[in-house]
Nanobody, 118 residues
Framework: QTQLVESGGGLVQPGGSLRLSCAVS?????IGWFRQAPGKEREGVSC????????YYADAVKGRFTISRDNVKNTVYLQMNSLKPADAAVYYC??????????????WGQGTQVPVSY
C-alpha cells in the first residue's frame, strides 16, 4: 500500500528557509509537492520524476524552491528559500499520476502547515 508522510513544516519568517520531507512507502513513483492556501485551490508547486530526475516548478517558486529525491531513503525533499507570505499554505506531497507533471495526483499525504509571517 502506498503511503506518503510529510514533515518539516512550521512557522517561518519572510525571507527564511524551510525544508519539507516526504517519506514514501511502496514502489518508486514520480512525486509532487502541492499546496493549498485558505480560500484558494490546491496548486502544483514542484514535481520530480521517478526515473530521470526531471523536475517541474511553478513559476511562483522558480529560483527559490528546489525539489530532490533520495531513492535509497525513499524520501523526496522540498527546499524552500526566500519564503514569502504568499507561500503560506498547507503543503501536501502526493504521487504524481501524470501524464503532465504536477497536474494530477493521488495517494495524498496528510499535509504540513507552513505559515510565513513575523
Amino acid at each position: 500500500q502506498t503511503q506518503l508522510v510529510e514533515s518539516g513544516g512550521g512557522l517561518v519568517q519572510p525571507g527564511g528557509s524551510l525544508r519539507l520531507s516526504c517519506a514514501v512507502s511502496g514502489l518508486t513513483y514520480a512525486i509532487g509537492w502541492f499546496r493549498q492556501a485558505p480560500g484558494k485551490e490546491r496548486e502544483g508547486v514542484s514535481c520530480i520524476s521517478a526515473s530521470d530526475g526531471s523536475t517541474y516548478y511553478a513559476d511562483a517558486v522558480k529560483g527559490r524552491f528546489t525539489i530532490s529525491r533520495d531513492n535509497v531513503k525513499n524520501t523526496v525533499y522540498l527546499q524552500m528559500n526566500s519564503l514569502k507570505p504568499a507561500d503560506a499554505a498547507v503543503y501536501y506531497c502526493a504521487v504524481d499520476s501524470g501524464p503532465i507533471m504536477c497536474i494530477a495526483a493521488e495517494h495524498w499525504g496528510q499535509g504540513t502547515q507552513v505559515p510565513v509571517s513575523y
